[in-house]
């Protein structure tokens, strides 16, 4: 539009007038002459110092830069997405690993326990394995609230509910 509204400096310019006049010699209102007039003029302009040149390359300068931004804006919200997406995989993978490393710690509690009962393992072996057990079941909660996030990351920048 910018180029258009600059080009426009080309064409010639047109003006028109018109009026209408009253006067008297004479300090009265009556017997007063009156006139009617009207002027026509059209100027072109052949040298401006170059500035209807430098004002269609700029705009046009504009025009490309405008251009270059918004692929630069569609470019970052792409990897924005992409990242966010990433991320999901990421997060789904980390929560599966923490999910199975739940049932391995749960596994070996259950066996270190049968152990203390029959009185092959200490009582710390036991602790251990409980602490292993909590912390795994903390993974899991920390793996499941990294996947929210993830998700909820990528539905902000899609602007809707996955």
Same mark, same amino acid.
């Given at each position: 539009?910018?180029?258009?509204?600059?080009?426009?400096?080309?064409?010639?310019?047109?003006?028109?007038?018109?009026?209408?006049?009253?006067?008297?010699?004479?300090?009265?209102?009556?017997?007063?002459?009156?006139?009617?007039?009207?002027?026509?003029?059209?100027?072109?302009?052949?040298?401006?110092?170059?500035?209807?040149?430098?004002?269609?390359?700029?705009?046009?300068?504009?025009?490309r830069v405008a251009q270059v931004q918004?692929?630069?804006?569609? $470019?970052?919200?792409?990897?924005?997405?992409?990242?966010?997406?990433?991320?999901?995989?990421?997060?789904?993978?980390? $929560?599966?690993?923490?999910?199975?490393?739940?049932?391995?710690?749960?596994?070996?509690?259950?066996?270190?326990?049968?152990?203390?009962?029959?009185?092959?393992?200490?009582?710390?072996?036991? $602790?251990?394995?409980?602490?292993?057990?909590?912390?795994?079941?903390?993974?899991?909660?920390?793996?499941?609230?990294?996947?929210?996030?993830?998700?909820?990351?990528?539905?902000?920048?899609?602007?809707?509910?996955?």
């Amino acid at each position: 539009l910018q180029v258009s509204s600059s080009r426009t400096a080309w064409i010639p310019s047109l003006r028109m007038a018109g009026g209408y006049s009253w006067f008297n010699a004479v300090p009265a209102f009556s017997d007063g002459q009156t006139s009617w007039n009207v002027s026509m003029s059209a100027s072109y302009p052949i040298f401006n110092g170059f500035t209807r040149e430098v004002q269609i390359e700029r705009a046009r300068d504009q025009y490309r830069v405008a251009q270059v931004q918004e692929r630069d804006t569609r $470019l970052a919200a792409r990897q924005d997405a992409d990242r966010a997406l990433q991320a999901i995989y990421t997060a789904e993978q980390a $929560l599966s690993i923490a999910i199975e490393a739940l049932a391995v710690s749960e596994e070996d509690l259950r066996v270190v326990t049968e152990r203390y009962r029959v009185g092959v393992a200490i009582i710390l072996d036991v $602790l251990a394995s409980q602490e292993a057990f909590t912390q795994a079941g903390a993974d899991v909660v920390r793996a499941r609230f990294d996947y929210e996030i993830a998700r909820a990351d990528l539905e902000a920048i899609l602007g809707r509910e996955l």
